[in-house]
């Protein structure tokens, strides 16, 4: 069953965090485990997109923020209620 959840990206230069709520965390699966770990989720190019998303901003191909990496962006997942299925921020 998916549980409604938010993403808490954090961009790692600043320490800025943007929340993104867009997403179901499935829990009886390794599913979203895995894309935020070591799937698509986990590159910095994809976490500029949602990052950019959270704050309605304009989506840029073409700037530094958008290149491949895994250093720039961190993450934490949470239910509604704050429950933490998912945390990068204690890297």
Known sequence: MATPCKVYI???SDGLIRC???LDWHEDSEYPYFIWSEGNFAC???RYLFWCRAADEPESEDGPEHRCG???YSVRITDLDGKEFYSEFDE
């Open 10 to 12: 954090r961009r790692n």
């Open 20 to 22: 993104y709520e867009e």
């Open 44 to 46: 910095d190019c994809n």
């Open 70 to 72: 895994y250093e720039r």
